[in-house]
């Protein structure tokens, strides 16, 4: 995907309504190996003696983290995981391509590794993007791990230092939709984490079914075993319905939110948005094997995107679980969500996490207008919320626009934290 370097010229609005807005022109038991040598056995308790690194991320001395290379079982968080204990093994030499194998997608883990019916939460490493399946978009800069939780295998791309931001991708996309955004944002100096979310990307699940709160059980475990107390939010599409519910339901863990191409929760329906729901027949009745390409048409981004992003973009839904958890995710946490806000269940709560709602000017039908009509006297439902609209940039806006989506993120933590 090009990375398009946007001449942005900064206009600030004011008295339009009561949300500020911008205009922007242009754009178990485990034992870790780490190189070869073994960690030895240790209680949780042991190794996290304080109140914790000041971002959130690695042991109490700041000494480690653990989403930086040479990766070293994290830190788990004493008052949630007290009872763990560290050990058991795991071994680089063991990581291989499932799909070689006719075994499950993703990291394969160590020779004698031993499924458990209750895993213990825990981190390990990938040792190059040949070691997936299938391989992993080129992107540079960025380490790559998996976080194992009950149930969940996620696979996490990281990049940078400072305090954590989590980029939450949409749908059908996955960690690579950040490629051109996240070393922006570390640059800024933050460590940017970019985690698959389930059903999603490289991440590999035991159960396929998705409810409502399914992703918000997995990003919440993610920020325990990553050991991120509170963290800048940026979100996309299908991720803004996570994000959405983590700053309402755990306002404590997010700093700021930037929510991408969906309104905030407290919006009135009308009419007029209904061409705003029109791709999602496809979604509920997908067939497996059904082509997605179509989701890159022209009628969702501004400029057209080339093949190879394409096809980064939609590589994992050659993995069957992939495919098939398009019905789940669209059934079981889009739709039910979007009832709620048609029922008016934001309207009647307080958003206290600063919020900026990022559109592109050419994403229909979601115009200026239109949502300063369904978003009407936001003072009255939230604490601070802007609104923010990227000139020649549609419902895509992260391909559209991403310097633009970058340069807003590091503005509004800057501003709003």
Known sequence: MAVFCLCLRWSVRSGLREGAHRTFDGGAHVKIRVDGEPVQEQSVGERHEGPGRRH????????HDPLSPPLELAALPPQRLAKLRVAGEFEEEGVACAGARGERPGLQFG??????DQPEPRITRSVDASAWSPRLPEASGFHHLVVETPGLHTHVAAIGEGEPVVLLHGFPQHWWQWQA?????????????????RGAGWTVADDPRIERETWLRDLLAL????????????SHDMGVITAMQLTYDH???????VQLSVPPGFMTFSPGLLPGFRHLPPFIWHRPGASLRGVFSEAYVARPISEAAVEAHLAPMRRPDIDGAVRPLTRGMVLPEAMRMMRGVYRRRRLTVPTLVVFGRRDRPW?????GRVCRNPKRYADRVEFAYVDDAAHFITDDAPAAVADLALDWFERAA
């Open 111 to 116: 020779h004698g590794a031993q499924a458990l």
């Open 56 to 63: 959130g991320l690695g042991d109490a001395d700041g000494d």
């Open 223 to 234: 920020f325990d075993v990553l050991h991120i107390e509170r963290a800048h939010l940026v």
């Open 367 to 371: 115009t200026e207008e239109l949502l």
């Open 181 to 197: 955004i996240a070393p922006v944002i570390a640059a800024g100096g933050y460590r940017v984490i970019c985690p698959d979310l």
């Open 251 to 257: 306002p404590e863990r997010v700093r700021t939110a």
